[in-house]
């Protein structure tokens, strides 16, 4: 590998983890790292009739005898491909992938030698001096460009996240989720509204919990709690003893799924449908991700609160599968063996 270019042009909660990753990798793997905040015309064009082309990073690489494109896709829905982007790039990575999804879609099918799974991520801060706003162009494109960084920068650094393994432990559990106030939602709201029913009714369990959102209606409202900042969530999931986890919209891989296995928490949640052949294989994986039910769910936060040596296992288990597997720089260096190949 000789160089690998970033085109900073789309969402960088999407990017930034892979962004952070290829960047490290460079140092350790002996390649140029770019950033570019102009894609090239082909690629240009392509994202022009594009829609969703916030979730996507895409990147230039280099070799020493060839030149082509890859790029990355966070979007939530399992069968949701950009069809231009996947013309112009040699392989095209999914997050949440699902092979049935391909194969049984015929205009998908063609290209199916070319999507691959990657693993999940999550928004981390990128570094300002490689993404800081650019000085070029319209005063509303440099405003937004500055929203964007100034977003990113409350954000905590990998490092900042692995420090708080050390929080002490001062509850049995955490699950404070979004309230999403869309029609499209409803099963999802209804779902984490019934974990908080069944932590309600265990008096043994110190538990903290309920939705954060602008709009959270009806009886939702009864476990409205205020919003925090990304480092207090994360300190406040770290001094819990379990968390709990519940799969994103439309059935993705959640954000929290790697902060709470880079957090080394032991996880009581519900199955991982997106990209289970990659993370299925992992140690404690079913233990961990088989409980769709409510009452169930809950019942396995209350066994692993009563099993220490079960939680310090599992845990010091997740950290590991994190730091080998599903860190930025793990997950990129398996995409860096797989586009030299």
Sequence with gaps: MKSITHY??????????????????????????????????RLSEAAAVTPGMETIAIFEAKTSDQQFWFCIDGHDINSAYRIPILEHVQYYFKVNYDREAITSNEELEAFQHKILPTGPSFPIRVPRWQYR???????WEYRRNWGRLCHLSRLGTLERLIHYRTEPKTRDVAFIVPYYNENQHTQANEFRYEVMEQLGRRANLHADYGFVGHVVPDKFKKYHVERVSPQNHLQ?????RVAIYVRGLHDCVSYKFGEMLSLGLPIAGQTVRSNSEMLGGYPHFTEQFSYDEPDALVDRVE?????PDSRSSIACSNMNIFDAHLSPVAVTREILRTICM
Aim: charged share 20%; net charge positive.
């Design 133 to 139: 706003p650019s000085l070029s162009g319209t005063r």
């Design 8 to 41: 900073d042009v789309t969402n960088l909660d999407y990017s930034g983890y892979f962004a952070v990753g290829l960047r490290a990798n460079a140092r350790n793997l002996g390649y140029r790292y770019n950033v570019s905040r102009t894609l090239p015309t």
């Design 303 to 307: 066994e692993l609160i009563a099993d």
């Design 236 to 240: 406040r999931l770290a001094s819990s």
